[in-house]
């Protein structure tokens, strides 16, 4: 990527997030991005791209890639997403060990610190959810994640209420080569609107659905019509794995996929700030978690 602007006295620099899914590396991308730049969802393996969130400050820009969370790969989707990981890993300047303080330090975790321990990057660790943890299991959770001897920092730190993030941004921060910026200041993201879109339809849908449903769902944006300056038309399709998921997403008398589509726009209206017009509907699309053209479609790569 060529820098675009800057002087002699910037910092900017990429830092990847890595950890088991849902200790909350979106949540937290989000908040220290201070916009939304990936869905969160209290299902595991809500992220599936590299997404990269953008926070300027006067001198730095801190790029962080939010990754998918980190583990066994069962089908093209998940092998797609491990491989982005590990790939994310070895091109950025540092990374953050997001763990949680909550549920503590456990094999996935360690699993992912001996990934980590190879990569050529410094490592920083933020031990997440301490608003939903009390002091003794916070202290326990820190000390575990001390004995990974893995990272020279460690944060505690809330992503649902800032917590311990300025202390956290301001590190990372430090990290970062002298440079110029990657990213205008005015940017977030790098992900198509497209994607954008496509994954505020499907926050939408993990939001309603269980067990495996969220995971056989992937959402295709197919037409994007700006009608007028303040109305955009949307039309998206949710890909589903078999009859009875489409069932489920349709719902009774159309129930599920109205209160979908309700929220979605909203949404979506919220994201554009202009009317929005939102045509969904819903399609089986067998395997498609093993359909590598269709993944590439996707831009899941
Ligand atoms: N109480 C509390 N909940 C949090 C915090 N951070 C995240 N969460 C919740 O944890 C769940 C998972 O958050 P995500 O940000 O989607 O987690 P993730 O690590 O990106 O998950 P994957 O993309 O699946 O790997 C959501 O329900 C969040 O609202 C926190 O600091 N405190
Ligand atoms: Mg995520």
Same mark, same amino acid.
Request: hydrophobic content about 40%; aromatic content about 2%.
């Given at each position: 990527?060529?820098?675009?602007?800057?002087?002699?006295?910037?910092?900017?620099?990429?830092?990847? @997030?890595?950890?088991?899914?849902?200790?909350?590396?979106?949540?937290?991308?989000?908040?220290?991005?201070?916009?939304?730049?990936?869905?969160?969802?209290?299902?595991?393996?809500?992220?599936?791209?590299?997404?990269?969130?953008?926070?300027?400050?006067?001198?730095?820009?801190?790029?962080?890639?939010?990754?998918?969370?980190?583990?066994?790969?069962?089908?093209?989707?998940?092998?797609?997403?491990?491989?982005?990981?590990?790939?994310?890993?070895?091109?950025?300047?540092?990374?953050?060990?997001?763990?949680?303080?909550?549920?503590?330090?456990?094999?996935?975790?360690?699993?992912?610190?001996?990934?980590?321990?190879?990569?050529?990057?410094?490592?920083?660790?933020?031990?997440?959810?301490?608003?939903?943890?009390?002091?003794?299991? @916070?202290?326990?959770?820190?000390?575990?994640?001390?004995?990974?001897?893995?990272?020279?920092?460690?944060?505690?730190?809330?992503?649902?209420?800032?917590?311990?993030?300025?202390?956290?941004?301001?590190?990372?921060?430090?990290?970062?080569?002298?440079?110029?910026?990657?990213?205008?200041?005015?940017?977030?993201?790098?992900?198509?609107?497209?994607?954008?879109?496509?994954?505020?339809?499907?926050?939408?849908?993990?939001?309603?659905?269980?067990?495996?449903?969220?995971?056989?769902?992937?959402?295709?944006?197919?037409?994007?019509?700006?009608?007028?300056?303040?109305?955009?038309?949307?039309?998206?399709?949710?890909?589903?794995?078999?009859?009875?998921?489409?069932? @489920?997403?349709?719902?009774?008398?159309?129930?599920?996929?109205?209160?979908?589509?309700?929220?979605?726009?909203?949404?979506?209206?919220?994201?554009?700030?202009?009317?929005?017009?939102?045509?969904?509907?819903?399609?089986?699309?067998?395997?498609?978690?093993?359909?590598?053209?269709?993944?590439?479609?996707?831009?899941?790569?």
């Amino acid at each position: 990527m060529n820098p675009i602007s800057g002087a002699g006295h910037t910092r900017s620099g990429f830092v990847a @997030i890595a950890g088991r899914p849902n200790v909350g590396k979106s949540t937290l991308a989000n908040g220290i991005v201070g916009a939304k730049v990936a869905i969160v969802s209290d299902k595991p393996q809500t992220t599936r791209r590299a997404i990269r969130g953008v926070a300027t400050g006067p001198d730095w820009q801190l790029v962080l890639v939010d990754l998918p969370g980190v583990q066994r790969p069962r089908d093209a989707l998940t092998e797609r997403m491990q491989r982005r990981v590990e790939r994310e890993l070895a091109d950025a300047d540092g990374c953050l060990l997001v763990l949680n303080a909550e549920q503590g330090i456990g094999p996935g975790d360690r699993f992912i610190a001996r990934l980590l321990s190879a990569a050529p990057v410094p490592v920083t660790i933020a031990v997440n959810k301490v608003d939903r943890s009390d002091q003794p299991r @916070i202290a326990a959770s820190l000390h575990a994640a001390a004995e990974l001897e893995l990272a020279q920092e460690i944060f505690p730190v809330s992503a649902r209420t800032g917590s311990g993030v300025p202390a956290l941004v301001e590190h990372l921060v430090s990290l970062l080569p002298r440079g110029p910026f990657y990213f205008s200041a005015t940017q977030h993201s790098d992900q198509s609107e497209t994607v954008v879109l496509a994954e505020l339809v499907r926050e939408q849908v993990l939001a309603r659905t269980r067990q495996e449903v969220p995971h056989a769902v992937e959402v295709q944006v197919d037409e994007i019509e700006h009608q007028r300056p303040d109305l955009v038309r949307i039309e998206a399709v949710v890909l589903t794995e078999t009859e009875s998921q489409k069932g @489920i997403l349709i719902g009774s008398g159309g129930a599920m996929i109205k209160s979908i589509g309700v929220a979605a726009r909203r949404a979506i209206e919220r994201d554009l700030g202009t009317q929005v017009h939102l045509k969904l509907s819903v399609r089986v699309r067998r395997h498609w978690r093993g359909d590598e053209r269709l993944l590439d479609r996707l831009g899941i790569e």
